[in-house]
């Protein structure tokens, strides 16, 4: 997966939404401390740039070095590539060790990840107690060519890749396996909408960028945003000089980690001798 997102990093990069800075100061409203935090699959870190201005320290973390490169330079930022096959006693020690972490953030990424061992990972290193992760995504809802978009969708099904239906669904499906601290939870995420000023050019950026497109074209060598599809779009957009307000319909998941159970008693425990 790394791979595929490396060979259209640039790309990437451009065409990805900036998130609302209030969404940020939520996140942070949630956490005891706020010395550090690590964005996990940062890509070209816009989600970093925003949790650096509530945190002292942020660690941007991602399995593509390409997409790494393509990052925007912050002084409170690191980024650190960090490969899908690093250890899990590896990662924890780059990160900054047990309980080090005030807020784990993951925009538009989790969906990718072999989730039980990131969770794993998580529940180590985040502060306890006092630590948050947050996950979220988002759709495309592009009004002025919505009916026009959901069919260039389908046409992207067979080349999808199954974890990318928890994206689809809007996370509701998503294992989270966190405590609830009242911003979205398990089953039930919460919704936010991010907007945004786009060109036609942006417009068509965006969907070159996502991962059903890029793997048609990798796999059978089938351009699914062809000439023709991109006339009809221009179209219904009203010219490609025309900037537009796009919604993205958003939806976050966030907790902290669950207590561990009590152990069971040890036997004759309470009984009078």
Do not use: C
Request: aromatic share 10%.
């Amino acid at each position: 997966m790394a791979e595929l997102f490396s060979e259209q990093a640039a790309i990437y990069a451009a065409a990805r939404p900036v998130y609302p800075k209030d969404l940020f100061a939520k996140l942070a409203a949630l956490t005891d401390g706020h010395r550090f935090a690590w964005d996990v699959g940062t890509g070209s870190g816009q989600a970093a740039i925003g949790v650096a201005e509530h945190y002292d320290k942020v660690l941007a973390t991602d399995a593509s070095a390409e997409q790494l490169r393509h990052a925007v330079p912050h002084p409170k930022v690191r980024y650190l590539h960090t490969a899908d096959t690093t250890p899990e006693e590896e990662l924890v020690a780059a990160v900054g060790g047990e309980g080090s972490v005030d807020l784990i953030t993951v925009a538009q990424a989790v969906h990718w990840f072999d989730l039980p061992a990131f969770y794993a990972v998580a529940n180590r290193v985040l502060r306890k107690p006092g630590g948050v992760i947050a996950v979220w995504g988002y759709n495309y809802h592009v009004i002025p060519v919505e009916d026009l978009l959901s069919r260039f969708f389908r046409t992207t099904l067979p080349y999808r890749d199954p974890r990318s239906w928890y994206l689809m669904e809007g996370f509701r499906n998503l294992p989270f396996p966190f405590a609830d601290v009242g911003l979205g939870r398990e089953g039930q995420p919460a919704g936010f909408d991010i907007e945004q000023e786009k060109s036609f050019a942006g417009l068509i950026g965006m969907l070159r960028s996502t991962g059903a497109v890029a793997r048609a074209r990798q796999q059978d060598g089938v351009e699914l945003l062809d000439e023709h599809v991109i006339k009809e779009l221009e179209e219904e957009w009203g010219g490609p000089e025309l900037v537009r307000k796009v919604t993205y319909k958003a939806f976050l998941l966030t907790g902290t980690p669950r207590p561990a159970p009590s152990p069971p008693p040890s036997a004759g425990a309470g009984l009078e001798e």
